[in-house]
């Protein structure tokens, strides 16, 4: 079994991850602070749009590809995958842009986000409660 559906929302995730590594890197630069986030705000904001997508969406691709190993159903992973995606783009543009982390556009970013996690968890437990 191959892994293509992982791989494609694989390589979107990896864009967008490059997008919020490049938006610290330039704020850095054009701010002059080179670690931590001086008590800037913007800086603040996009470390953080930049460290929730790190500490989220390893392990949701680690789960993705082990559904599909087990032979998930296609919708099940163009579903979860797209659920991830976008709850990720608009976690982030809500952080770097004028939503300043706050409101609605965090929370919808971190549902769809959640939404996908948790229907790649229960189609590993499912498998495993079918296993033994």
Same mark, same amino acid.
């Given at each position: 079994m191959t892994l293509h559906l992982t791989a494609l929302f694989a390589g979107v995730l990896? %864009?967008?991850?490059?997008a919020l590594t490049t938006l610290v890197g330039v704020y850095?630069?054009? *701010?002059?602070? =080179?670690?931590?986030?001086?008590?800037?705000? *913007?800086?603040?904001?996009?470390?953080?749009a930049h460290g929730n997508f790190t500490e989220t969406v390893p392990i949701v691709l680690i789960a993705m590809a082990l559904a599909e190993l087990a032979g998930a159903p296609s919708w099940l992973m163009l579903a979860g995958g797209t659920s991830l995606v976008l709850g990720r783009l608009i976690h982030a543009i =809500?952080?770097?842009?004028?939503? +300043?982390? *706050? +409101? !609605? +556009?965090?929370?919808?970013?971190m549902a %769809?986000?959640?939404?996908?996690?948790?229907? %790649?968890?229960?189609?590993?437990?499912?498998?495993? !409660? =079918?296993?033994?």
């Open positions: 990896i %864009f967008i991850q490059i850095r630069g054009k *701010v002059g602070i =080179n670690f931590m986030h001086g008590d800037d705000d *913007v800086l603040l904001r996009r470390m953080r =809500n952080f770097v842009g004028s939503g +300043g982390g *706050v +409101g !609605a +556009g965090r929370a919808a970013g %769809f986000t959640t939404i996908s996690m948790a229907a %790649f968890a229960i189609y590993g437990l499912m498998i495993f !409660a =079918n296993a033994v």
